[in-house]
């Protein structure tokens, strides 16, 4: 593989990067030269855009891909094809599988179905049995096999006892919790954010105030057992305030958020359409405005996708009995940059994207310099497009944003020797 990157800005934060747009060229997976107009031969593949920008690859700390068990909606191959598309060139995947990941041998299965993809499929282990809540798993053995951080996913961790044996676990074998903190006793039944607009369309509703108090209580727990937890998928402003203060004393916590609880509020609900049933919730234009601004000031450390396809059957249905999630790898960068508009904070965007997530979970960052294996992410901020179903890589197509209009276009990704153009993956979905 030949490659040359032409005319484009580099933007690494953790490190220095080159003044100006530049040239790369990439030889058998690594980048060979950095400069101004690097002359190649006709063999050369060449990849330019209108406004090129370049970044150490994104990394996705919150995906689903369904294998084992439900290979229909996804599976480990069209999650990377997905993957790919959306600029991510690694992934964590949660446990949420048929069976769960939770023990070495799943974990195992995981790392050896994936070692010839373009995307690096990290491996999350459940953190109870069956991710029931009531047995911790061989953590150090999933540890040892190369799980990266422990989660029972959408399944919060009633028992504080049993949160507490994980977290000080996970601290002697210097892993990560990741909890999706909300108490169930207070959601019961609701299945929407509780407001003005779950009453209007009838349905239960889910209180904010669940998510504040199990943030509340995990804070305390890793206090108590001097352990870092990752929070996942924080979505309301009270459990941001508690975080904020958290990381202001110095305690080692660290959250995303999921980039349609950036994008869409509760509103979305009364059209009844069952894409935007989500957990968490949709949360009030007032939480979302929240999240935007804890965004710009640094106290959300990644944004993630949540990504969770689900098939027709799942979604085609009433509301009620609708699945939970969106298939939303392919769309976070196009979406966030629509709304929050990064072209004068790319830094903080590679942050979100790229180097947060890998330091939460202990990776290295990969480095756009000369020697350096190439592991990147090639985007445009000026391209306008729409997301249409034929457009998704992804088994599933269970989006909200099919027909929105997006500003940001993600162009393709280089990892593990391999280039993958979305306009190739396009093409040959087509063919």
């Known amino acids: 593989m030949k490659v040359l990157i032409k005319s484009a800005r580099i933007i690494q934060p953790e490190k220095k990067s080159p003044v100006g747009k530049m040239d790369i060229l990439i030889e058998n997976g690594i980048i060979k030269k950095i400069g101004k107009s690097i002359k190649v031969d006709s063999k050369t593949k060449v990849i330019e855009s209108g406004n090129l920008s370049v970044s150490p690859g994104w990394f996705d700390m919150k995906v689903n891909f369904r294998d084992p068990g439900e290979e229909i909606k996804e599976d480990l191959e069209s999650g990377s094809r997905a993957a790919a598309a959306g600029g991510f060139t690694g992934v964590l995947v949660m446990p949420s599988t048929n069976p769960p990941i939770q023990?070495?041998?799943?974990?195992?299965?995981?790392?050896?179905?994936?070692?010839?993809?373009?995307?690096?499929?990290?491996?999350?282990?459940?953190?109870?049995?069956?991710?029931?809540?009531?047995?911790?798993?061989?953590?150090f053995d999933m540890t040892k096999a190369g799980a990266l951080a422990f989660t029972d996913d959408k399944h919060p961790v009633a028992d504080s006892g049993l949160m507490l044996r994980a977290l000080q676990y996970a601290k002697n074998s210097d892993s990560l919790i990741i909890t999706f903190a909300t108490d169930e006793g207070i959601v019961g039944k609701g299945m929407v954010?509780?407001?003005?607009?779950?009453?209007?369309?009838?349905?239960?509703?889910?209180?904010?105030?669940?998510?504040?108090?199990?943030?509340?209580?995990?804070?305390?727990?890793?206090?108590?057992?001097?352990?870092?937890?990752?929070?996942?998928?924080?979505?309301?402003?009270?459990?941001?305030?508690?975080?904020?203060?958290?990381?202001?004393s110095g305690r080692a916590v660290s959250c995303d958020v999921a980039a349609h609880n950036l994008i869409l509020d509760d509103?979305?609900?009364?059209?009844?359409?069952?894409?935007?049933?989500?957990?968490?919730?949709?949360?009030?234009?007032?939480?979302?405005?929240?999240?935007?601004?804890?965004?710009?000031?640094?106290?959300?450390d990644v944004i993630c996708s949540d990504h969770s396809p689900q098939d027709s059957e799942s979604k085609n249905t009433e509301f009620d009995f609708a699945s939970y999630g969106i298939s939303g790898i392919e769309t976070v960068y196009s979406s966030i940059n629509t709304v929050l508009g990064f072209e004068k904070e790319p830094e903080l965007l590679v942050r979100l994207l790229s180097s947060n997530p890998r330091k939460i979970l202990g990776l290295p960052v990969p480095e756009i310099k000369e020697g350096e294996?190439?592991?990147?992410?090639?985007?445009?901020?000026s391209i306008k497009w729409t997301l249409s179903e034929s457009d998704m890589m992804s088994k599933s197509s269970n989006s909200p944003f099919i027909g929105q209009e997006f500003k940001g276009k993600v162009i393709g990704v280089v990892n593990n020797s391999k280039l993958i153009l979305v306009k190739d993956l396009a093409t040959a979905k087509s063919a």
């Open 193 to 248: 954010n509780e407001g003005v607009h779950s009453t209007i369309a009838g349905f239960k509703g889910s209180p904010s105030l669940a998510e504040e108090i199990g943030v509340s209580r995990d804070i305390k727990l890793a206090d108590y057992a001097e352990s870092k937890v990752h929070f996942s998928c924080v979505s309301t402003s009270d459990a941001i305030k508690l975080i904020k203060s958290a990381k202001k």
């Open 373 to 381: 294996k190439a592991n990147i992410t090639l985007f445009d901020n």
């Open 103 to 139: 023990n070495k041998s799943d974990i195992e299965y995981i790392i050896k179905r994936s070692q010839l993809s373009p995307v690096d499929i990290y491996p999350a282990g459940a953190l109870s049995k069956d991710m029931a809540g009531k047995d911790i798993t061989e953590m």
């Open 267 to 300: 509103s979305n609900i009364i059209s009844y359409n069952t894409n935007f049933k989500v957990n968490p919730p949709l949360r009030s234009s007032a939480d979302v405005i929240a999240l935007r601004k804890a965004v710009k000031d640094g106290f959300i």
